[in-house]
């Protein structure tokens, strides 16, 4: 089983920047596909990005494109998301998730271990 403990949020202001963490224990993530997603009171939890085991293949969701960056350390078993230009619409709870390896997706339900979470909240 692998546990994922995500980091790094807070509040900013419109246009700043946060770097989200996910570090994971129990098992090695070199085999795991990583996902961020995000999700608001009242509405489903959405695809934020998502990184290849190896970390040479990534997917971000066109509503942050231009603006995040995945990336993983696979010697520290952590995962990041760098997160620019932020808008208060970004404004969620962002959770990380593991997906053994196989095809990279943005689908929620592909998904089979999620961390608890960290609020982002960016003020206008």
């Known amino acids: 089983q692998v546990q994922l403990v995500e980091s790094g949020g807070g509040l900013v202001q419109a246009g700043g920047s946060l770097r989200l963490s996910c570090a994971a224990s129990g098992r090695t993530l070199r085999w795991y596909h990583m996902g961020w997603f995000r999700q608001v009171p009242g509405k489903e939890r959405e695809f934020v990005a998502a990184?290849?085991?190896?970390?040479?293949?990534?997917i971000l969701a066109d509503s942050v494109k231009g603006r995040f960056t995945i990336s993983r350390d696979n010697t520290k078993n952590t995962v990041y998301l760098q997160m620019n230009s932020l808008k208060p619409e970004d404004t969620a709870v962002y959770y990380c998730?593991?997906?053994?390896?196989?095809?990279?997706?943005?689908?929620?339900?592909?998904?089979?271990?999620w961390g608890q979470g960290t609020q982002v909240t960016v003020s206008s």
């Open positions: 990184i290849s085991w190896s970390g040479s293949n990534t």
């Open positions: 998730a593991s997906r053994r390896a196989g095809l990279l997706t943005s689908s929620r339900s592909d998904y089979e271990y």
